[in-house]
């Protein structure tokens, strides 16, 4: 079974920073894509950053571009997003994905098989 899980998620101030990991089990990380996504309340996941299966290339929404920051270390099998300059609107659950095959679309969530459960962020003062 092919597993993720993310971490790292919590309380901050605006201004502030979390990484999340996103560590995979039961399959071979750097063969995948990566992407990372989030949904707040009452409104639809929406695709922040992806990152290809060598982290040559990575993507960023306009949202967060210059903000965060995505990578993986495939030595660990595991992805992060560093998030800085924290605003409360990015408050919201995230999620990491992996998929074998999505290449430019890759923040298009219905394109990922594999989810983790996701982890809680909230910005608020």
């Known amino acids: 079974q092919l597993q993720l899980v993310e971490s790292g998620g919590g309380l901050v101030q605006p201004g502030g920073s979390l990484r999340l990991s996103c560590a995979a089990s039961?399959?071979?990380?750097?063969?995948?894509?990566i992407g990372w996504f989030r949904q707040a309340p009452g409104k639809e996941r929406g695709g922040i950053s992806c990152?290809?299966?060598?982290?040559?290339?990575?993507a960023y929404a306009d949202s967060v571009k210059g903000r965060f920051t995505i990578s993986r270390d495939n030595a660990k099998n595991t992805a992060y997003l560093q998030m800085n300059s924290l605003k409360p609107e990015d408050t919201a659950v995230y999620y990491c994905?992996?998929?074998?095959?999505?290449?430019?679309?890759?923040?298009?969530?219905?394109?990922?098989?594999?989810w983790g459960q996701g982890t809680q962020v909230t910005v608020s003062s």
């Open positions: 994905a992996a998929d074998l095959t999505v290449q430019e679309m890759c923040m298009m969530g219905a394109l990922y098989a594999d």
């Open positions: 039961g399959f071979t990380l750097g063969y995948y894509t």
């Open positions: 990152i290809s299966s060598s982290g040559g290339r990575t």
